[in-house]
């Protein structure tokens, strides 16, 4: 099914796992043996705004424009704490699966694909050698807006209140 769904015309198949799939995927990986493996981080720069998507996202069960809003999120500090250290183990635990596999990853920031996702996956497979001449184009979109921004702002500021003094 990965296959079918996942590979790009130029025959490059790609699969996107969050750091807490990992360990589901392991038992898979014998089946990719024969396969030439590169693995590419997406990281957002900005791990407060990750967050605060994130919760919104669990509150209102919506994960992208393809789903609808089950409820109106409700601003909860220890939420979006909780979301951001769950942030910080995936990006960890990631970094642990590539070292364990001795392999190199390239690291691609979510900003510079929302801003140029052709250049952003170019400049990746340039360095790889892929031709991703006929690949399909990515399409992304931002679901933030005036709520994200507002609870971005209110988190750093009860954050750095609560945080900075430990």
């Avoid at 590979?7 to 995927?25: A, K, P, R, S």
């Avoid at 392991?26 to 407060?48: G, N």
């Avoid at 809003?69 to 409700?74: D, H, I, N």
Wanted: charged share 30%.
């Amino acid at each position: 099914a990965l296959k079918g769904h996942r590979t790009f015309e130029n025959g490059v198949l790609g699969i996107n796992l969050h750091g807490e799939h990992l360990y589901d995927f392991v038992p898979f990986e014998r089946h990719l043996e024969r396969i030439p493996t590169d693995y590419l981080m997406v990281i957002r720069r900005d791990q407060i705004a990750q967050a605060v998507s994130y919760e919104i996202a669990m509150q209102a069960q919506q994960w992208s424009t393809k789903f609808k809003k089950q409820r109106t999120p409700e601003y909860d500090f220890e939420g979006i704490e909780k979301r951001l250290r769950s942030i910080q183990n995936q990006n960890a635990l990631i970094s642990a699966f590539v070292n364990v596999r001795s392999s190199s990853v390239d690291v691609i920031c979510y900003e510079d694909l929302l801003e140029d996702a052709g250049l952003a996956f170019g400049r990746v497979a340039c360095l790889r050698g892929y031709d991703i001449e006929h690949a399909r184009p990515t399409v992304l979109k931002r679901q933030s807006d005036s709520v994200n921004e507002e609870w971005i702002a209110h988190f750093s500021e009860e954050y750095f209140e609560k945080r900075a003094r430990i």
